[in-house]
Every structure is written in structure tokens, then in C-alpha cells.
């Protein structure tokens, strides 16, 4: 089964609204998340990371909570801008050391409107 | 910096064929990868290979072979193309050390036509 699930297919946010993607996992050997962005015809690259030892990350408009027991971690994006419209991928897995060997989900497009 | 290559961008094959995707990246990176994007499904992970001559199944090896000939390009082939394998197939590489150990590189990626 899928090990890394995203619900959420789509979300669509006002300009400098909060957008809020969620990511559900179900391996507890799970210890690095992230979040990677892709436009349309581009590949997808990493937005923002965190390892299990911190509950949240932030980095400018985004950040990365992360609920252990609950295996659930999310990104808020403040202050939404139309070029944050794009998909986004949550992806987990193991320490690093023979491979990064991330599961990813399924993506979901945010939209961020004018 | 550096950059992944992928080729070729678009791979048009017939049925049952045999088909062949490379990859070749200048980061120096440890590991590489194939993965698989089907829409509506994100990426599903084929292969991947930790070092020259290493290959390591993902979830979605079989009707694959791959091949690390060097430390530098790791290649993907479809043993018999079908038409539900039409895909868009990612290469990417990682350090697997230090604190962007985890970061995947991915390449533009190919795309797979089965007619």
C-alpha cells in the first residue's frame, strides 16, 4: 500500500492567505520529511526538510509541523502569492546512510488566486 | 552546481519492445534513482543504486532492469513496453551524508510513448 498519502488533491487559497497541505504516513521508521514543489513540465525540487528530532521548521513563509505520534506533518505557506501555484509532493523515509529511498505522495496542486 | 541529464527527453517505442533511458549526473552523488510519475499517482521508485555497479529494487522493479556503469550514470530499461507503462520516468541522486544528505536532485525527465 501507499505509505505516504496526501487527501487532499487540490486546494485553492486567496492571495496572501494561509495555504495548509497535510501528509499522512504510516511507517514508524520514518524519520526525515519534506516537501518538494513542481510546476507543470518541470521536475520536482525540495522546498523545505525536517528530521524527526524537531516538531517544526520554518524557513520564511513556510513551515513544516511535524506530529509524530499522530505520523501526520504539514506545511503552511503564509502570506500565498500566485507563484506559489504549483504541485506539491510530501515525501518521507528513512535516515539517510544507504540510499534516501523516499516514498512520496501522491501531490497536491495548490492554486493561489489574485 | 551541477545538473542531471536525462535522454532521451521523449522515447517512443512499440509494444513488447525493448526501450532504454540514461542518466548521467555531475554532482558527484553517491546514490541515484529512477522513479516513476504516472498522474494521479505522484512517484513510485523503480530502482536505485548506492554506488558504481549496485542495484537496489524499489516498489515498482518488476518489467525493469537498470545499470550503474559508472559512478556517474545509472541506466533504466523496460524489458517489454506496454501501453499502460506510458509514464514520465525521473532520475535523481543524492549525497547521502551531511545535512542535505536526504535532498534528492531530479532530473527533467523522460517520457515514455508505447504505440
Known amino acids: 500500500g501507499q505509505q505516504v498519502k496526501q487527501s487532499s488533491p487540490s486546494l485553492t487559497v486567496q492571495e496572501g492567505g494561509i495555504s495548509i497541505l497535510n501528509c499522512d504516513y504510516e511507517?514508524?521508521?520514518?524519520?526525515?520529511f519534506a516537501w518538494y514543489k513542481k510546476y507543470p513540465d518541470n521536475s520536482p525540487t525540495l522546498l523545505i526538510s525536517v528530521r524527526s528530532n524537531v516538531d517544526k521548521r520554518e524557513d520564511g513563509r513556510l513551515t513544516v509541523f511535524l506530529n509524530k505520534s499522530g505520523k501526520h506533518f504539514s506545511l503552511h505557506i503564509t502570506a500565498s502569492q500566485p507563484e506559489d501555484t504549483a504541485v506539491y509532493l510530501c515525501?518521507?523515509?528513512?535516515?539517510?546512510?544507504?540510499?534516501?529511498?523516499?516514498?512520496f505522495g501522491k501531490g497536491a496542486k495548490l492554486t493561489v488566486s489574485p | 552546481g551541477g545538473i542531471i541529464t536525462q535522454t532521451p527527453k521523449f522515447l517512443i517505442g512499440q509494444e513488447g519492445q525493448k526501450l532504454t533511458l540514461k542518466c548521467q549526473q555531475n554532482?558527484?552523488?553517491?546514490?541515484m534513482y529512477w522513479y516513476r510519475q504516472d498522474s494521479g499517482k505522484g512517484l513510485r521508485l523503480i530502482y536505485y543504486?548506492?554506488?558504481?555497479?549496485?542495484?537496489q529494487k524499489g516498489d515498482l522493479s518488476e518489467g525493469y532492469d537498470a545499470s550503474r556503469e559508472k559512478k556517474s550514470s545509472f541506466s533504466l530499461t523496460v524489458t517489454s513496453a506496454q501501453k499502460n507503462e506510458m509514464a514520465v520516468f525521473l532520475c535523481?541522486?543524492?549525497?547521502?551524508?551531511?545535512?542535505?544528505?536526504?535532498?534528492?536532485?531530479f532530473g527533467e525527465g523522460s517520457r515514455l510513448i508505447v504505440v
Open positions: 535523481a541522486s543524492s549525497v547521502d551524508r551531511g545535512p542535505s544528505g536526504n535532498t534528492l536532485y
Open positions: 515525501a518521507a523515509g528513512p535516515q539517510q546512510g544507504t540510499g534516501s529511498k523516499l516514498s
Open positions: 511507517n514508524d521508521m520514518f524519520d526525515y
Open positions: 554532482f558527484n552523488h553517491d546514490t
Open positions: 543504486s548506492i554506488t558504481e555497479n549496485d542495484l
